[in-house]
Protein backbone atom coordinates (compact mmCIF):
# COMPACT_ATOMS: atom_id res chain seq x y z
CA UNK A 1 0.00 0.00 0.00
CA UNK A 2 1.03 3.40 -1.00
CA UNK A 3 0.33 5.88 1.55
CA UNK A 4 0.34 9.83 1.10
CA UNK A 5 -3.10 11.39 3.17
CA UNK A 6 -1.94 12.72 5.89
CA UNK A 7 -5.03 11.04 8.14
CA UNK A 8 -3.32 7.30 7.12
CA UNK A 9 0.04 9.03 7.41
CA UNK A 10 -1.21 9.13 11.27
CA UNK A 11 -3.01 6.19 11.09
CA UNK A 12 -0.02 4.32 10.03
CA UNK A 13 1.94 6.24 12.92
CA UNK A 14 -0.12 5.05 15.38
CA UNK A 15 -0.78 1.73 14.45
CA UNK A 16 3.24 1.68 14.45
CA UNK A 17 4.12 3.06 17.87
CA UNK A 18 1.32 1.33 19.66
CA UNK A 19 1.43 -1.92 17.69
CA UNK A 20 -1.52 -2.21 16.55
CA UNK A 21 -3.35 -2.96 13.48
CA UNK A 22 -6.24 -1.38 11.35
CA UNK A 23 -9.21 -2.58 9.25
CA UNK A 24 -9.16 -2.88 5.35
CA UNK A 25 -12.42 -2.85 4.15
CA UNK A 26 -14.19 -2.69 0.62
CA UNK A 27 -15.17 0.77 -0.33
CA UNK A 28 -18.47 -0.16 -2.58
CA UNK A 29 -18.34 2.68 -4.72
CA UNK A 30 -15.96 5.27 -5.99
CA UNK A 31 -12.52 6.53 -5.24
CA UNK A 32 -13.59 7.54 -1.61
CA UNK A 33 -17.62 7.19 -1.73
CA UNK A 34 -18.31 9.89 0.09
CA UNK A 35 -17.06 12.75 -2.26
CA UNK A 36 -15.09 14.00 0.77
CA UNK A 37 -18.28 14.94 3.03
CA UNK A 38 -18.32 14.24 7.00
CA UNK A 39 -21.36 11.17 5.71
CA UNK A 40 -20.28 7.35 5.90
CA UNK A 41 -19.20 5.61 3.14
CA UNK A 42 -20.73 2.66 1.62
CA UNK A 43 -18.55 -0.01 2.73
CA UNK A 44 -18.56 -4.20 2.73
CA UNK A 45 -20.60 -5.70 5.26
CA UNK A 46 -17.42 -7.73 6.49
CA UNK A 47 -13.30 -6.98 6.39
CA UNK A 48 -10.06 -8.04 7.24
CA UNK A 49 -7.97 -6.41 10.65
CA UNK A 50 -4.21 -6.19 9.40
CA UNK A 51 -1.19 -5.92 10.49
CA UNK A 52 1.51 -3.60 9.35
CA UNK A 53 4.81 -5.93 9.19
CA UNK A 54 6.90 -3.74 6.79
CA UNK A 55 7.15 -0.69 5.58
CA UNK A 56 9.87 2.01 3.45
CA UNK A 57 10.10 5.18 1.80
CA UNK A 58 9.48 4.14 -1.96
CA UNK A 59 11.36 5.75 -4.89
CA UNK A 60 8.09 7.86 -5.40
CA UNK A 61 8.77 9.48 -2.20
CA UNK A 62 5.61 7.88 -0.53
CA UNK A 63 5.34 5.52 2.40
CA UNK A 64 4.78 1.78 1.44
CA UNK A 65 3.37 -0.56 4.11
CA UNK A 66 3.38 -4.52 3.46
CA UNK A 67 0.21 -5.86 5.34
CA UNK A 68 -0.95 -9.03 6.85
CA UNK A 69 -4.31 -9.65 7.31
CA UNK A 70 -4.82 -11.65 10.23
CA UNK A 71 -8.69 -12.12 11.25
CA UNK A 72 -11.67 -11.30 9.65
CA UNK A 73 -14.12 -9.01 11.12
CA UNK A 74 -18.15 -8.18 10.31
CA UNK A 75 -18.99 -4.35 10.45
CA UNK A 76 -21.68 -3.85 12.66
CA UNK A 77 -21.51 0.79 12.28
CA UNK A 78 -19.26 3.22 10.42
CA UNK A 79 -18.72 6.81 10.69
CA UNK A 80 -16.20 9.47 9.40
CA UNK A 81 -13.74 11.44 11.65
CA UNK A 82 -13.45 15.31 11.14
CA UNK A 83 -10.01 14.51 9.68
CA UNK A 84 -12.02 12.33 7.39
CA UNK A 85 -10.12 8.91 8.58
CA UNK A 86 -12.92 6.10 8.06
CA UNK A 87 -13.91 4.21 11.37
CA UNK A 88 -16.22 1.28 12.33
CA UNK A 89 -17.33 -0.68 15.45
CA UNK A 90 -16.80 -4.54 14.25
CA UNK A 91 -17.54 -7.81 15.12
CA UNK A 92 -13.80 -9.85 15.05
CA UNK A 93 -14.38 -13.69 13.97
CA UNK A 94 -12.32 -16.50 15.61
CA UNK A 95 -9.35 -17.32 13.13
CA UNK A 96 -10.35 -20.72 11.17
CA UNK A 97 -8.60 -23.76 12.59
CA UNK A 98 -6.00 -25.36 9.66
CA UNK A 99 -8.18 -27.86 7.43
CA UNK A 100 -6.51 -30.39 6.00
CA UNK A 101 -6.31 -29.80 2.11
CA UNK A 102 -8.21 -32.54 0.29
CA UNK A 103 -6.15 -34.36 -2.58
CA UNK A 104 -9.16 -33.68 -5.41
CA UNK A 105 -7.59 -29.77 -4.88
CA UNK A 106 -4.41 -30.61 -4.88
CA UNK A 107 -3.98 -28.61 -8.15
CA UNK A 108 -4.97 -25.60 -6.43
CA UNK A 109 -1.75 -26.03 -4.01
CA UNK A 110 0.46 -26.52 -7.29
CA UNK A 111 -0.79 -23.12 -8.53
CA UNK A 112 -0.31 -21.43 -5.78
CA UNK A 113 3.30 -22.87 -5.43
CA UNK A 114 4.03 -21.90 -8.98
CA UNK A 115 2.62 -18.22 -8.04
CA UNK A 116 5.01 -17.98 -4.86
CA UNK A 117 8.23 -18.86 -6.96
CA UNK A 118 7.63 -15.66 -8.90
CA UNK A 119 10.18 -12.76 -8.17
CA UNK A 120 7.19 -10.29 -7.54
CA UNK A 121 5.64 -12.43 -5.01
CA UNK A 122 8.70 -13.63 -3.31
CA UNK A 123 9.06 -9.99 -2.08
CA UNK A 124 5.69 -10.38 -0.30
CA UNK A 125 7.35 -13.28 2.40
CA UNK A 126 4.05 -15.45 2.79
CA UNK A 127 3.53 -18.17 5.49
CA UNK A 128 2.19 -20.66 3.31
CA UNK A 129 1.15 -23.89 4.59
CA UNK A 130 0.22 -26.28 1.14
CA UNK A 131 -1.75 -28.41 2.82
CA UNK A 132 -4.20 -26.39 4.78
CA UNK A 133 -7.51 -25.30 2.31
CA UNK A 134 -7.84 -22.10 4.48
CA UNK A 135 -4.44 -20.54 3.59
CA UNK A 136 -4.12 -22.27 0.16
CA UNK A 137 -7.53 -21.06 -1.32
CA UNK A 138 -6.90 -16.97 0.63
CA UNK A 139 -3.52 -16.78 -0.94
CA UNK A 140 -4.82 -17.65 -4.38
CA UNK A 141 -7.93 -15.37 -3.76
CA UNK A 142 -4.99 -12.40 -3.11
CA UNK A 143 -2.89 -13.15 -5.52
CA UNK A 144 -4.82 -14.05 -8.63
CA UNK A 145 -6.05 -11.51 -11.34
CA UNK A 146 -9.68 -11.49 -10.45
CA UNK A 147 -11.70 -8.88 -9.45
CA UNK A 148 -12.24 -7.15 -6.67
CA UNK A 149 -15.99 -7.93 -6.55
CA UNK A 150 -15.13 -11.39 -6.63
CA UNK A 151 -12.34 -11.24 -3.75
CA UNK A 152 -14.55 -9.48 -1.58
CA UNK A 153 -17.33 -12.59 -1.99
CA UNK A 154 -14.43 -15.08 -1.55
CA UNK A 155 -13.42 -13.48 1.71
CA UNK A 156 -16.88 -13.57 3.07
CA UNK A 157 -17.24 -17.57 2.47
CA UNK A 158 -17.48 -19.34 5.66
CA UNK A 159 -17.37 -22.80 4.14
CA UNK A 160 -13.95 -24.06 3.43
CA UNK A 161 -15.70 -26.63 1.01
CA UNK A 162 -17.20 -24.08 -0.41
CA UNK A 163 -14.01 -21.56 -1.09
CA UNK A 164 -12.53 -24.77 -2.58
CA UNK A 165 -15.37 -24.96 -5.13
CA UNK A 166 -15.53 -21.28 -5.98
CA UNK A 167 -11.37 -21.26 -6.09
CA UNK A 168 -11.57 -23.97 -8.45
CA UNK A 169 -14.03 -22.81 -10.43
CA UNK A 170 -12.31 -19.94 -10.99
CA UNK A 171 -9.15 -21.41 -11.95
CA UNK A 172 -10.74 -23.06 -14.57
CA UNK A 173 -12.41 -19.83 -15.95
CA UNK A 174 -8.62 -18.37 -15.90
CA UNK A 175 -7.03 -21.18 -18.08
CA UNK A 176 -9.79 -21.05 -20.11
CA UNK A 177 -10.44 -24.92 -19.97
CA UNK A 178 -13.92 -26.98 -20.64
CA UNK A 179 -15.34 -28.42 -17.75
CA UNK A 180 -15.84 -31.97 -19.09
Known amino acids: MQIF ?3 YLDLVARCMR ?8 WLQQGSEVSGGTLDAPNVGEYGTYAR ?5 QLPNGLLGILIEGQQRFDVQSVWREPD ?20 AYAGLAEVLEGLLRHPQ ?9 MTDAWCVSA ?4 LLPIDEAI ?10 EQLLEEMDKI ?10
Do not use: M
Not at 18 to 25: H, L
Not at 139 to 142: H, S
Open 171 to 180: LVDLSGEAVE
Open 84 to 103: GLVKAEVLLHETSAPVALPD
Open 121 to 129: IQRLQLNSD
Open 18 to 25: ENEGFGVV
Open 139 to 142: QLAQ
Open 5 to 7: EQR
Open 151 to 160: KYQLQGLTSV
Open 52 to 56: IVDWD
